[in-house]
């Protein structure tokens, strides 16, 4: 089935799946994924450390923290977990329209609040602090 979304979303989707739905639930399929997986999952992004995960600091020439076993603490920002959110409800909305299965479990999962005007993609606790615009 072609995708009926401009390249530039389809690519957004894309990058969202492989670095964060993927990792974080598996090969869990739409119609088993309960609110508890989708919230446990949220809750994981907001905790790990990206760099350690997507293994950024070990493909460095020069390694500076995580891959020395110092852990630097960049985690994902709260707009990144809410378009990481976003792109896992597109699923299921497709898969409801084309009656695959009847309900979804990701829109039930509460996001907090984000403040306007953020726009960081990652945040290192504790470094920088995050303000309205």
């Not at 949220?42 to 070990?58: E, F, H, M, V, Y």
Request: aromatic content about 4%.
């Amino acid at each position: 089935m072609e995708p009926n979304l401009t390249l530039a979303m389809y690519a957004r989707y894309e990058s969202f799946v492989r670095l964060y739905l993927v990792p974080g639930l598996g090969s869990r399929r739409l119609d088993k994924l309960t609110v508890k997986h989708v919230r446990e999952w949220r809750n994981k992004l907001r905790r790990t450390c990206q760099c350690c995960a997507l293994g950024k600091d070990a493909q460095r020439r020069t390694p500076k923290r995580c891959a020395m076993g110092k852990c630097c603490q960049s985690v994902l920002s709260a707009r990144t977990i809410k378009d990481a959110r976003d792109s896992l409800r597109a699923a299921p909305s497709i898969a409801i329209t084309e009656e695959i299965i009847s309900k979804s479990a990701t829109g039930a999962v509460r996001l907090p609040m984000l403040r306007r005007g953020e726009v960081l993609g990652l945040v290192q606790r504790g470094s920088i602090s995050m303000h309205a615009s």
